[in-house]
């Protein structure tokens, strides 16, 4: 948004250094596993089957990887909607992690679908549309990237507005006047579409219902979802703040970040006691003594648990309390998600599932692409506030 | 920072306002669907089953499906244990101290599908005439919401093809040349034209007709054998907001493999959460989130902008 006055710049330094060597590697073997899945069906590298449809491609890569691009929903909500402004430099690393995380959602997603070349026909065949919760989650999903890539082109635009190529330079300067007078209706878009389809993730459990565990099955799932991935979306924006300050020797963003975890602790202990209040009207309480308990008070206990690190004045100043306290709130809330997902459900007798090794490598895979295109581009264009400090400079090449 | 978190709280709400509304009104009732009129089915009596399992060789031969060895590989069986890719009808064994239950499973074909319910463009569709839920592969994507969403465990996918497809019972629609009629009090098809399962067994443990004519010819049973079946009910009935093919026994239902259900169809939650939110007043609430969040953006654009410009 115009009038804040903070300059982004590039990491710059080599792109290609031996971190990202090793990540192109775990790419290169799910792209060569996703190959082998294509020609010869889905069971030649998983161990999907006819009682768990879904597993780790759609539970991980799609519901958690989605939610990890939150960060660019939580924090617009906050910079843009609360009007605080003292948080902006953490919007466009955020807006970044968010479009690959559905970026690379969509490519899992297209991995995972049996019959992937009729997805087309999904957004263009309007008159097929039904009101399959799914619907709107393939759609908003689709129309959410198309809206990433918008609220990111300015960083390219910067770059490319000082390209030797006119064309580049002239589109570059349109792009970043229309980008100026639009903003406020693109973020509009921005900040919609994730409250729609997150909260329908939730709703679209509800249809599988009967064969869902009574402590995740709630009309109330898509709410919980909603806030869930605000409380993910803090997390890896916490995360993210903190890491790339370390790995490119940035100036750490410590005290912004304490007051964020302010924030984040009330919405956190809000879903937490939320979640169980929500259990303990329907009268499921008891449930939490059976075998699935377990992963219940895994979910509720590590959310408030990051909570009660972040209320606390003294530890949430602490750059390594932060990041303790954003890895449990991640790791909490990922838990619901894989838990609503797959843990709770029950296809019935006789069936079981786990995940098999060339089918976690396309997951390796497609988190291993993440954090590569994140390095490449966080290196070549200026995504990061600041300018790198001196120290950097010499750690810089070594990630 | 207490006036920010409560603020953060209060916009939680706003955006989430529209969610949590229609959440919490997911208890409401939305009407149960009634079969279709001319609603076909099949009635099957686990008390005249033999287990034979002729009905599993007639529907893999009317359904071009391949053998499948089951537990005995590279072995000369058609031995399938359960539903899946290649088998769209079983016979299933369920045993306990002397007492032992053949158990027939395949589509129930469901009053209110949770199947087309899940189905982004309608591949699995319900006849409005015969009720019949029916696989259309040109619209299918091969998510298999589908799968996870059917409370009965039914549409199976062919995970060992490249090119797979949802596999479910059609009940034979591909058969069906000519008209039906009334044969014995039941509205059947030509030889051949049924449903294959039924036209083979050879004691009539599965029958077919018109869904009320099952339901007529089960009553009946039941009251000329007063104790012979579990409850005196008719699975399928209401279950589940009701099923196009019904099932008596003389075991529980739920130990021959059919859940107890409610009569509200498995779509109705996630159906009122999602019309509440998008279809009710359509899309008008989607619609006021975006203008209520360009708007509160626009005014704090203007703030800030005055206050800044008061600064210099």
Known sequence: ?399 | MDRSRRALLKVIATTAGATAAASGTAVQARARLQPPPDAVGMLYDTTRCIGCKACVVACKDANDMATDPGPFEDAIYDAPIDLNGDTRNIIKLYREGPQRSYMKGQCMHCVDPACAAACMLGSLKKNEVTGIVSYNPAYCVGCRYCMMSCPFNIPKFEFNKAVPNIVKCELCRHRVKDAAANVDGFTRYPRGQGPACCEVCPREAVIYGKRDELLEEARSRIAANPGRYFEDRIYGETEAGGTQVLYLSHMSFEKIGLPEYSDQGVPHVAYTVQNGIYYKLPFVIPAALYVGLAAVMLRNRKTREGSEGAKS
């Open chain 1, 1 to 399: 948004m115009s009038g804040h006055t903070e300059v982004h710049s590039p990491v710059g330094g080599r792109v290609m250094t031996r971190p990202f060597a090793i990540l192109l590697l775990i790419v290169g073997i799910g792209a060569l596993v996703t190959l082998w899945r294509f020609f010869n069906g889905i069971a030649s590298v998983s161990n999907l089957n006819n009682g768990y449809p879904w597993g780790v491609w759609i539970s991980i890569d799609v519901v958690v990887g989605t939610a990890i691009g939150c960060g660019g929903f939580a924090i617009g909500l906050l910079v843009y909607v609360l009007n605080r402004g003292q948080y902006h430099p953490l919007v466009r690393p955020a807006v970044l992690t968010s479009l690959l995380g559905y970026g690379l959602a969509v490519i899992a997603v297209t991995i995972d679908l049996g019959r992937w070349w009729g997805l087309w026909k999904v957004p263009t065949h309007i008159w097929r549309w039904t009101h399959s919760p799914q619907l709107e989650v393939a759609l908003c999903v689709a129309a959410y990237v198309m809206v990433l890539l918008v609220e990111i082109s300015p960083a390219f635009f910067e770059k490319w507005k000082d390209s030797s190529n006119s064309f580049l330079r002239s589109f570059s300067e349109r792009g970043l006047t229309f980008m100026d007078r639009a903003l406020v209706w693109i973020l509009a878009l921005g900040l919609m579409l994730p409250a729609m389809h997150q909260s329908s993730l939730g709703t679209m459990m509800l249809l599988p219902g009967p064969r869902v565990h009574s402590l995740w099955f709630t009309p109330w799932l898509p709410f919980l979802f909603l806030v869930n991935c605000i409380i993910i979306g803090f997390a890896v924006v916490v995360l993210e703040a903190t890491f790339s300050a370390i790995a490119f020797g940035r100036k750490r963003e410590t005290s912004m970040l304490a007051s964020l975890g302010k924030v984040i602790a009330g919405v956190a202990t809000f879903w937490a006691a939320f979640r169980v209040i929500e259990v303990a009207v329907t009268g499921d309480l008891g449930l939490i003594a059976s075998g699935k308990g377990l992963a219940f008070l895994a979910e509720v206990l590590l959310t408030a648990f990051g909570a009660l690190i972040l209320f606390s004045g003294n530890l949430r100043v602490r750059p390594s309390w932060q990041v303790r306290a954003a890895m449990l709130l991640l790791l909490g809330g990922i838990a619901h998600r894989v838990n609503t997902y797959l843990v709770a459900f029950t296809p019935g007798e006789n069936y079981s599932y786990f995940p098999s090794v060339p089918e976690l490598f396309i997951t390796f895979g497609i988190i291993a692409a993440e954090v590569a295109i994140y390095l490449a581009i966080v290196k070549t264009f200026p995504i990061l506030s600041g300018k790198p400090s001196a120290a950097g400079k010499e750690i810089r090449g070594s990630v």
